[in-house]
């Protein structure tokens, strides 16, 4: 069993940055593929990014190359998303999700996901 906590969303002016954390609880964390989706109102949830678990790789989703990154620190049962070069269209619920295997997660089929934080970017 684990269980996802997202923090560090809030209002940031367009071309600023966040970093988003997500922490996990379960004692085999390090073991788990973790990923990052996110809401805007009105549309459905889309992928961002994800890690995996092995070998450390990061996939992202087109509209975020460049500007964000994954990563983690297993010592601390956390992963991060830094979003740099905010823009309006990032503004979304941010949700974090785990699963055993990397391409359950990239295709939003995790088996754990957190409650979301907001990220909103004012232009």
């Known amino acids: 069993q684990v269980h996802l906590v997202e923090s560090g969303g809030g209002l940031v002016q367009a071309g600023g940055s966040l970093r988003l954390s997500c922490a996990a609880s379960?004692?085999?964390?390090?073991?788990?593929?973790m990923g990052w989706f996110r809401q805007a109102p009105g549309k459905e949830r889309e992928f961002v990014a994800a890690?995996?678990?092995?070998?450390?790789?990061?996939y992202y989703a087109d509209s975020v190359k460049g500007r964000f990154t994954c990563s983690r620190e297993n010592a601390k049962n956390t992963v991060y998303l830094q979003m740099n070069n905010l823009k309006a269209e990032d503004k979304a619920v941010y949700y974090c999700?785990?699963?055993?295997?990397?391409?359950?997660?990239?295709?939003?089929?995790?088996?754990?996901w957190g409650q979301g934080t907001q990220v909103t970017v004012s232009s």
């Open positions: 379960g004692r085999t964390f390090s073991r788990y593929a």
């Open positions: 890690i995996d678990w092995s070998s450390g790789s990061t």
């Open positions: 999700a785990a699963d055993s295997q990397t391409t359950m997660v990239v295709g939003g089929k995790g088996l754990y």
